[in-house]
């Protein structure tokens, strides 16, 4: 069985950062892409970092977030968030692209406080 779980929300004021992080176990095949979305109320795609390490970003975030994948374990991927706005405020999820399916998290709320 597949799981994802996310980590590292929390509250932090305006202009902070917060890390999260997704751990995948499991037998999920080949993992094509993470992706981290949030919800708040639709789900957008926030950033998604592909096999190849190809990256790409919502544009509300680019220049203040970063993907990236733990490259001695490729079962985990984090999302740094610097300069955050209100506007984040959200539940973050983590996405898996695998070769047996798309697999997500339960999520993680990040709260900005202005």
């Known amino acids: 069985q597949v799981q994802v779980v996310e980590s590292g929300g929390g509250l932090v004021q305006a202009g902070g950062s917060l890390r999260l992080s997704c751990v995948v176990s499991?037998?999920?095949?080949?993992?094509?892409?993470f992706g981290w979305y949030r919800q708040a109320p639709g789900r957008e795609l926030v950033a998604r970092i592909t096999?190849?390490?190809?990256?790409?970003y919502a544009d509300s975030v680019v220049g203040r977030f970063t993907i990236s994948r733990d490259n001695a374990n490729n079962a985990t991927v984090y999302l740094q968030m610097n300069r955050l706005k209100s506007e984040d405020t959200a539940v973050y999820y983590c996405?898996?692209?695998?070769?047996?399916?798309?697999?997500w998290g339960q999520g993680t709320q990040v709260t900005v406080s202005s």
């Open positions: 996405n898996i692209n695998g070769g047996r399916g798309i697999f």
């Open positions: 096999r190849g390490g190809l990256t790409n």
């Open positions: 499991g037998s999920p095949g080949r993992i094509n892409s």
